[in-house]
């Protein structure tokens, strides 16, 4: 089983000196254990830096296209007219690894700070949201939805009012008619369609229906919506409630699917969800009871029947903790994702860890960031290609100037 880097790297040097002689002596047994677990090493590259002019500090999944180009948005950096920390940028890198910066935010009517990762059509165009800016509210503004071309114009197709919700901090999905769908923290799950004509098609009373919806949703084939909220719900009082999956069907009824206790299954869901070919749904909590520091676990909800399952409770000191982001999902239904704290990579609070959870529940570590030159804190979650390499990014860390890194690791 894969342990963390530090672990493996000390199996690799111990199995590039095993000498031919050692090799006879050993066991056959001892042999076939080493030579797994030489082969099941993973490796992790930097394949971007950012230092600030190209962005920094992305909190976001990427997406990837048919070609390798990785998307992706980072909540500072870019515009240095901008102010102190920048406004963000949306950038695309190539497979040799340059870095393209196609918008620059500049906290005016064109949005400011993208939390949340990209989407793509079949033309080439990105869709995501900023949680500030717009020209819709106060001077810091609620929030837009945008898009960016292929050439880097960006389209502002909604400026939040607060009125109509505001400062999202999930991302879009997309309807076959081009129709976008989304939440925003303040409290309002919304449809955008191609006229740009908004619709608030629920709003969260901060009550047992949830409070604070923060991540990506899921539409299922019938234009349900699943997601989650950070709090709220009737499963525990910490902090007004341990957060909420729901379900909002097309007649517009949202019903609780699962309420967090803290306890049995977690508390705080941040990243949303995803689905599988069988609509079932899957997610993370970032915090739960069991540990004093950030864990968090991982989560089943049966599509046909509604049941809830953890899969795994994080240990933060060997695993890490404090999951935000969306997870992946491979073929053969085993699970990735990113913790953004804990593992045993540095310091007392340690720098996150990246990990595969199969379908039996076996949780392994597959990076534990502990140099700053590779990055730390991953807070996006991860893509992966059809070679079974991965790609993230990390918030701060990198060797040209600690505003995160783009990172692929591979088998």
């Known amino acids: 089983m894969i342990t963390t880097m530090r672990h493996l790297s000390g199996i690799a040097r111990l199995c590039l000196r095993l000498t031919t002689a050692a090799l006879v002596l050993a066991t056959l047994l001892i042999s076939v254990i080493f030579a797994t677990q030489c082969m099941q090493a993973q490796t992790l590259h930097t394949l971007h830096a950012f230092r600030g002019p190209d962005g920094g500090y992305p909190w976001a999944s990427l997406i990837r296209d048919s070609v390798g180009n990785l998307y992706g948005t980072t909540y500072y950096g870019g515009n240095t007219n901008c102010g102190g920390t920048e406004c963000g940028v949306v950038f695309k890198l190539s497979p040799k690894g340059k870095l393209t910066?196609?918008?620059?935010?500049?906290?005016?009517s064109d949005g400011d700070k993208p939390l949340a990762g990209l989407i793509r059509d079949a033309a080439g165009n990105l869709y995501g949201t900023t949680q500030y800016g717009g020209s819709g509210c106060n001077s810091y503004g609620c929030g837009t939805v945008f898009k960016v071309?292929?050439?880097?114009?960006?389209?502002?197709?909604?400026?939040?009012?607060?009125?109509?919700?505001?400062?999202?901090?999930?991302?879009v999905v997309r309807d076959e008619?081009?129709?976008?769908?989304?939440?925003?923290?303040?409290g309002t799950i919304f449809e955008l369609d191609t006229a740009g004509v908004l619709t608030t098609l629920y709003t969260f009373t901060a009550a047992a229906d949830g409070l604070f919806p923060t991540g990506s949703i899921v539409r299922d084939a019938a234009g349900n919506l699943y997601g989650t909220t950070y709090y709220g719900g009737t499963g525990c009082t910490n902090n007004g409630g341990c957060g909420t999956v729901y379900k909002l069907g097309t007649n517009l009824t949202l019903t609780?699917?699962?309420?967090?206790?803290?306890?049995?299954?977690?508390?705080?869901?941040?990243?949303?969800?995803?689905a599988d070919a069988a609509g079932n749904l899957y997610g993370t909590t970032s915090e739960d009871e069991n540990y004093a520091s950030a864990s968090g676990t991982v989560f089943e909800v049966g599509e046909t029947t509604g049941s809830f399952t953890v899969l795994h409770f994080f240990n933060p000191a060997t695993e890490g903790g404090q999951s935000l982001a969306t997870l992946a999902r491979d073929v053969a239904g085993?699970?990735?994702?990113?913790?953004?704290?804990?593992?045993?990579?540095?310091?007392?609070?340690?720098?996150?860890?990246?990990w595969k959870l199969d379908t039996n529940s076996n949780l392994t570590v597959l990076t534990d960031f502990g140099k700053?030159?590779?990055?730390?804190?991953?807070?996006?979650?991860v893509v992966l290609d059809k070679a079974g390499n991965i790609y993230g990014t990390t918030t701060t860390g990198g060797s040209k100037g600690g505003a995160g890194t783009v990172f692929k690791i591979t088998p």
């Open 372 to 381: 700053g030159n590779q990055g730390k804190y991953p807070r996006g979650g």
């Open 177 to 186: 008619k081009g129709n976008l769908y989304g939440t925003t923290s303040s």
């Open 101 to 108: 910066v196609l918008h620059a935010f500049t906290a005016g």
């Open 256 to 274: 609780t699917l699962h309420y967090f206790d803290g306890r049995t299954d977690g508390y705080a869901p941040f990243g949303g969800l995803i």
């Open 334 to 354: 085993n699970l990735y994702g990113a913790n953004s704290l804990g593992g045993g990579g540095c310091g007392t609070r340690s720098c996150g860890t990246i």
């Open 149 to 171: 071309d292929k050439t880097g114009k960006e389209t502002v197709l909604h400026s939040f009012t607060g009125a109509d919700g505001g400062d999202p901090m999930g991302g």
